[in-house]
């Protein structure tokens, strides 16, 4: 503990140094001209040509009259080749560090270095700084490079600390990221428009969950973290849209683990004038085209097994799966519960798991065949969910009869029953075309394509319990 206040409060004291030099330690902006990766992966064109870089230094190595650094910027690292007899001194006008002052700096600190691209004698592509500036004052010590970060408290409450030390696991963040360009993409080109939806909603619906609640205090009334949007979005079909779907957030206030988290994203679709199947194709061509756009490829090792997104999935009815499973014929929430306990995890491969029952889906259109059963489908893929799909229910009466069955058991004490939506059912009764409406999980869908076991390794900021104030904290901020 008292290392660490020692070191900081070193660092402090150069902070006062250099504003007694008439160094701004924190200044606006640099002049960086090119990132490390261009110098060093084009050094034929930039060698012995001025650039100018900016970054993080990792490492510091003195040698007399050279110094050897470490610069990392988002694009990757450089070394500077720092002497002392071309670089300038300090310069207050330019706001300059000069060789003899260069004690005032730390690794960790954020720099700018303006020189000659150039190798050292063992071949390594360097810069030689003629000017050096700092940009951040880091005043707390990084963790050493070769610990890295394996604390998960640490890792997920400041997994800023990891990619500063270890960059190269920023790749599932960024294949994130593109991965919500390439669903965009897919969509737009087939003809959807995103409209957002509103996340506070004055009545949540769309699924069976428990909510967030708050309160709007302009309006004096208690309000609801979306649960779902597709109430919403049922509303633009109605209003005469055909495609529509968006992609924002959700806030379920239900429990933690491998593949949860309270607030989340998901796609959500609806498209007029289909039903479920339709979307069980657009679902296979989705994550193929996800597939061979970000990652050049559809074979995925997902939980010890490969996975090709490219193949036809399985399609097969919830019973049938239990029933091959557990050798038992099943029907109702029965069916539900033996089938969560004891099937969907054996579910690597991709699978479209069917027909639920009735009691568990009241927004979705019952079977003609057999209305214990509706048009829903659930997306799994190594041994979790990670969708739920249905053929649109748009008959307001009978709506609003499953409705009231889910008033009746949210009275009896179910708290993740869905609740009566009385604006709802009145749109209904304008008429809605037949409608289908698509859902998976952004999160779940970037733990396939990233190969990852847990939720927590694609999401930046996991929810976590709030941390105390540690009695270090305390003592540094002087806190009571």
């Known amino acids: ?28 902006c640099s002049s960086r001209s090119h990132s490390n990766l261009e110098v060093v992966s084009k050094f034929s064109e930039f ?12 490492s510091w190595r003195e040698h007399g009259q050279i110094i050897f650094a470490d610069l990392q910027d988002p694009s990757g690292s450089i070394q500077l080749y720092i002497k002392n007899d071309e670089l300038g001194g300090t310069n207050i006008e330019d706001q300059t560090i000069g060789f003899g002052d260069l004690n005032l700096l730390d690794v960790g600190d954020i720099v700018e270095a303006r020189g000659l691209v150039t190798k050292t004698k063992n071949g390594t592509v360097s810069l030689a700084p003629k000017k050096l500036r700092i940009l951040a004052k880091s005043i707390r010590s990084l963790p050493e490079k070769w610990e890295g970060v394996h604390d998960p408290e640490i890792l997920h409450r400041q997994r800023y600390l990891d990619l500063i030390i270890s960059p190269e696991h920023k790749w599932r963040f960024q294949k994130g990221a593109e991965i919500l360009f390439a669903i965009r993409e897919f969509l737009n080109s087939k003809g959807f428009l995103e409209i957002k939806t509103p996340i506070i909603q004055p009545t949540y619906g769309g699924t069976s969950a428990k909510p967030f609640k708050t309160k709007v205090n302009a309006l004096g009334a208690d309000y609801y973290l979306a649960v779902a949007h597709e109430l919403y979005l049922k509303r633009l079909i109605t209003a005469g849209f055909e495609n529509v779907y968006n992609l924002v957030g959700y806030f379920r206030n239900e429990g933690i683990d491998r593949s949860h988290n309270p607030e989340f994203n998901m796609i959500e679709t609806m498209t007029a004038y289909k039903n479920y199947e339709y979307n069980m194709d657009l679902t296979e061509e989705l994550y193929k085209y996800i597939g061979q756009k970000v990652f050049s490829k559809t074979v995925f090792r997902i939980e010890g097994e ?3 997104f490219a193949k036809p999935w399985r399609r097969v009815r919830m019973v049938d799966l239990v029933k091959e499973h557990t050798g038992q014929e099943l029907s109702g929430e029965k069916l539900i519960e033996v089938f969560e306990a004891e099937v969907e995890k054996k579910l690597i491969q991709p699978t479209f798991v069917m027909n639920h029952p009735v009691e568990v889906s009241p927004l979705a259109k019952a079977l003609e065949s057999d209305p214990r059963f509706v048009e829903r489908f659930e997306i799994f893929i190594g041994g979790i969910e990670g969708g739920d799909n249905w053929s649109e229910l748009n008959d307001p009466v009978e709506l609003f009869k499953r409705f009231q069955d889910q008033h009746k058991k949210r009275l009896a004490g179910d708290e993740e029953a869905h609740p009566m939506d009385i604006e709802f059912i009145e749109m209904m009764e304008y008429g809605m075309p037949p409608t289908t409406g698509l859902g998976p999980g952004i999160e779940r869908l970037t733990m396939m394509f990233t190969e990852a076991h847990s939720i927590d390794e694609v999401i930046f900021f996991p929810m976590l319990r709030p941390a105390p104030v540690s009695d270090l904290q305390k003592q540094i901020y002087s806190l009571e």
């Open 1 to 28: 503990m008292a290392s660490l206040i020692e070191i900081r409060q070193e660092r402090l004291k150069k902070v006062v140094e250099l504003r007694r030099l008439g160094i701004d330690p924190y200044p606006a």
């Open 47 to 58: 060698e012995n040509k001025e650039v100018t870089l900016s970054g993080r230094l990792m």
């Open 306 to 308: 490969e996975v090709d």
